[in-house]
């Protein structure tokens, strides 16, 4: 038995981006990482609220807190990713798979 398959395939910008968001929050301890950097931060937005009476309220700095959390995740899943598949060539090659009963 000669019997070849042969498997061709290009990966595309938004398959990368799923699989990077993937392997990033599969991980319990980058998930917990953010958690601890998100209630440090709160503290000391806090604390800062505090030394500052008059000048920030609290809730501004609560806020300029969750802004910064989310332009964070941002660029950590979408633009660093998108930027790094733009600028490597080799994510756009096609790749071909052989698969026979000796090999692949």
């Known amino acids: 038995m000669d019997d070849e398959v042969r498997i061709e395939y290009q990966l595309t910008e938004a398959e990368y981006l799923a699989a990077n968001r993937l392997i990033f929050l599969s991980k319990p301890n980058v998930l917990l990482m953010v958690m601890v950097l ?6 000391g937005a806090f604390l800062l609220s505090l030394l500052l009476e008059g000048l920030f309220p609290l809730w501004t700095m609560i806020l300029f807190v969750s802004l910064f959390e989310g332009l964070l995740f941002y660029n950590v899943l979408v633009k660093m ?3 790094y598949y733009r600028g490597d060539g080799k994510f756009r ?3 071909e798979i052989a ?3 000796e090999h692949i």
């Open 38 to 43: 998100s209630m440090l931060l709160l503290i």
């Open 81 to 83: 990713p998108r930027t």
């Open 93 to 95: 090659d096609n790749y």
């Open 99 to 101: 698969f026979t009963d």
